[in-house]
């Protein structure tokens, strides 16, 4: 089995990971303070161990409670460049993390201020740590879709800083149906389209993000061995999903890792791929994740290359930026 030094080795990508879920309770509680706001937890242990969810809402609340203390530029620049030192330290060479715009403008954050400091970061992780990224902006789908568009209308001006849209937060009764306009506004408008389906939600909600929504990744998507006529169907096309093993087993989408499907999606073509999902919540960052694959499900080394290379190809990166890491 491949030991933890060649999975740091392996050249990855990481296509799944929110920088709100990657706000460590340390910054959270210094971040706080540079901003005059009082946590409702004592301290960082209360907080930390506050992290127990029975499911993904229970997660959301926290999630959403935390994203709170970060107010300035230089919050999210902050947030940006902690998650990409932890990269570094992963062996994670390429990222395409997502930010959840609305979280941020409903407590009057303008989108400008969120992206100035989260693209600053992202331009020193290339600069200094050689980690390339591009960033994807993710409508909150308990809100409305006409919220979801005036979020795009107001992102738009300044697109320079993001190259794809996604769907995230509650799954159950918020369908992918429920944004097929504002996704075909995004796409008209040259963006790459991903969705979160197939998390708690059924696998039509695959099937769903895929004719109407038209994405070109589904983020989780383990549902998807309930029709085995999807799972032949992401075998044909080669769909990456955006797999989150820790992120599932805390969220009780498996009750053990022992019980997680991702290497049998792989042996049986899936192009499934490891991601950290939450980071600061899930107890891990992609390193990990790897890891407790390894554990749990006796990973190979030759099924470790082929997730790590999976992440690469079914990365944003040209054909020509993926030849150095093949
Ligand atoms: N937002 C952050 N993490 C999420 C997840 N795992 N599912 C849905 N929305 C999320
Ligand atoms: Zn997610």
């Known amino acids: 089995f491949p030991d933890t030094d060649f999975l740091r080795a392996l050249p990855k990508a990481e296509l799944h990971m929110h920088l709100e879920g990657s706000l460590e309770p340390e910054l959270m509680f210094a971040l706080a303070e540079r901003n005059g706001i009082t946590l409702p937890y004592a301290d960082v242990e209360a907080l930390r161990a506050a992290y127990e969810f029975g ?126 306009r504002v996704f075909a506004m995004a796409r008209e408008a040259g963006f790459a389209c991903v969705a979160h389906a197939g998390e708690e939600g059924p696998a039509d909600y695959i099937v769903q993000a895929l004719d109407l929504l038209k994405v070109m990744r589904i983020d989780h998507g383990v549902r998807c061995v309930e029709s085995p006529e999807l799972v032949q169907r992401l075998i044909s096309e080669q769909m990456p999903l955006t797999v989150c093993p820790l992120s599932n087993t805390r969220l009780k989408v498996f009750a053990d890792m022992r019980e997680h499907n991702i290497l049998q999606l792989l042996e049986q073509g899936v192009k ?40 690469i190809t079914a990365s944003l990166l040209t054909d020509g930026e993926q030849q150095q890491w093949l």
């Not at 790897?290 to 997730?307: C, G, I, N, S, Y």
């Open 272 to 311: 499934v791929t490891i991601n950290s999902d939450d980071p600061a919540y899930f107890g891990g960052y992609l390193l990990a994740n790897f890891v407790a694959v390894r554990d749990a499900l006796k990973m190979t080394r030759e099924q470790a290359v082929a997730l790590a290379r999976n992440s």
């Open 55 to 180: 499911n993904l809402q229970d997660f959301l609340d926290l999630y959403y409670q935390g994203a709170d203390a970060l107010r300035t530029e230089q919050d999210f620049y902050d947030l940006t460049w902690a998650y990409l030192q932890r990269c570094a330290a992963d062996g994670v060479v390429h990222v395409e993390p997502f930010f959840d715009p609305q979280t941020h403008t409903v407590r009057g954050i303008p989108i400008a201020v969120q992206l100035a400091g989260i693209s600053r970061a992202l331009a020193d992780g290339q600069a200094e740590l050689g980690i390339s990224s591009r960033l994807i902006l993710s409508f909150l789908r308990h809100l409305s879709e006409d919220d979801a568009i005036a979020t795009l209308q107001e992102a738009l001006p300044l697109r320079e800083h993001f190259v794809a849209v996604g769907l995230d937060s509650s799954e159950q009764g918020n369908p992918p149906d429920k944004f097929e």
